[in-house]
């Protein structure tokens, strides 16, 4: 970590580097349960019909808890409201490892809404990274806490591997490994944020902030700890959570089905999986670089880029049953992504005081998980009507709507460490 923020304090060093390997720990776990999760549906239920219970048991979870705790975190403080998450999130692995093993499909649905429960401390790692730097880094710290999720989705496999042959030899079950493997791994991200984030972030806003002056937020600047309401009254806050919601919708209503219309025209699972891949390298890949640009050329900007490059992938959705156009479609389809993730994070925590934060991070979260689900529930209706070509006219269509909402709002580009 010394080698990529060389220029850091010790204590912005070590807590950025603690959420870092926390936040690709708990990708790892994420990734190890999920990889298993509709067959061990279709298993333990005994019909195709329940496959995507559980998936969606985590999406609620997810969104269940993320103001919840994102109101912990202003009031007791980030970390023990993220090491509140992730001893939910090792209960929900032990739960739906051990109803694997007793045969439970109620119980893989309960460990999976646990399990997405603790999925709002890992999106909220990346605010408490940043909160700990000064506003014109802020988006390179939340682009290279979201690029540590490519460190962990690159280890799904061997995790995967290892842990399905240890439960086969320890006659627990093949698919119950990756869950008990989830849970060593989200016990790593708890023992790490308990360990290392000191001091807590928030209250080195609440002293001494940064730069050894208080944080610049709005709200401690007004005095007062403003209503949710009143913090989601500022155009600026509405603009990133849409960014995100938007962003989140386009990504999950194609790649939910991509997979599928890739199998009908005839492509093996390694080409799958190749196609996968580059749209993971696009989420994730480049989201330091992402914070880069959201730093030197501000915010907005950054977003429209995001909505364009998710309209170029749309445009392309119709055409993809010639390999190459899916190729490039994923990755953009992925980078379009990023863009609007990590420039509209870094817009969302302007502004904010230290006591406001974590419940408008929560509740910004929680809206970019109702987004997953509604894509995830939307894209199977929609390509049974029309395939593909519907796909690519409903994701033009949310993409067009945030085109039109920047466009409405003609915002000049802002220098980063300016409030939007």
């Not at 996968?276 to 429209?304: E, K, Q």
Request: proline share 5%; hydrophobic share 50%; glycine share 14%.
């Amino acid at each position: 970590m010394t080698t990529i923020i060389p220029l850091l304090r010790s204590d912005r060093r070590r807590i950025t580097a603690a959420l870092f390997v926390a936040q690709a720990a708990f990708t790892a776990a994420s990734g190890a349960g999920f990889s298993l999760l509709t067959i061990s549906a279709i298993a333990l239920s005994g019909s195709a019909v329940f496959a995507g219970f559980p998936s969606s048991a985590m999406l609620i979870g997810r969104a269940l808890a993320a103001y919840p705790i994102g109101k912990l975190m202003d009031t007791l403080g980030r970390r023990p409201a993220l090491a509140l998450g992730y001893l939910i999130g090792i209960g929900g692995a032990v739960t739906a490892a051990l109803a694997v093993m007793a045969g439970s499909f109620p119980g893989l649905v309960a460990g999976s809404l646990l399990f997405g429960m603790a999925r709002v401390s890992n999106d909220q790692a990346r605010y408490v990274a940043a909160e700990v730097h000064s506003t014109d880094q802020r988006g390179f710290i939340i682009g290279l806490i979201v690029f540590a999720g490519t460190v962990g989705a690159i280890s799904v496999p061997g995790v995967v591997a290892v842990s399905t042959g240890l439960a086969e030899g320890g006659g627990s079950g093949t698919f119950a490994g990756p869950w008990f493997a989830a849970a060593v791994l989200v016990c790593a991200s708890f023992v790490l944020t308990v360990g290392l984030v000191r001091p807590d972030p928030r209250d080195l806003s609440l002293t001494n902030g940064v730069e050894g002056r208080p944080d610049e937020g709005l709200g401690l600047n007004a005095g007062r700890v403003r209503s949710l309401r009143e913090i989601f009254s500022a155009g600026h806050v509405r603009l990133a959570v849409f960014s995100m919601f938007i962003g989140q919708a386009v990504m999950v209503l194609v790649m939910t089905i991509a997979p599928v219309h890739m199998h009908d025209h005839g492509h093996v699972p390694t080409t799958i999986s190749i196609a996968v891949t580059v749209h993971t390298l696009g989420m994730f890949g480049l989201a330091a670089i992402t914070g880069r640009l959201v730093d030197r050329y501000g915010r907005t900007p950054i977003i429209a880029a995001g909505a364009s490059q998710l309209m170029v992938a749309s445009l392309l959705i119709p055409f993809t049953h010639h390999l190459a156009l899916m190729l490039v479609m994923m990755f953009l389809l992925g980078y379009g992504w990023n863009l609007c993730f990590v420039a509209g994070s870094s817009l969302l925590i302007d502004g904010l005081g230290p006591r406001e934060r974590g419940r408008t991070q929560g509740t910004g979260d929680g809206i970019v998980a109702v987004s997953a689900a509604v894509g995830a529930l939307a894209t199977g209706p929609v390509f049974g009507a029309g395939g593909m070509g519907h796909i690519g006219a409903a994701a033009i269509a949310f993409s067009l709507v945030l085109i039109v909402v920047l466009g409405w709002r003609r915002l000049p580009r802002q220098p980063a460490s300016r409030v939007p």
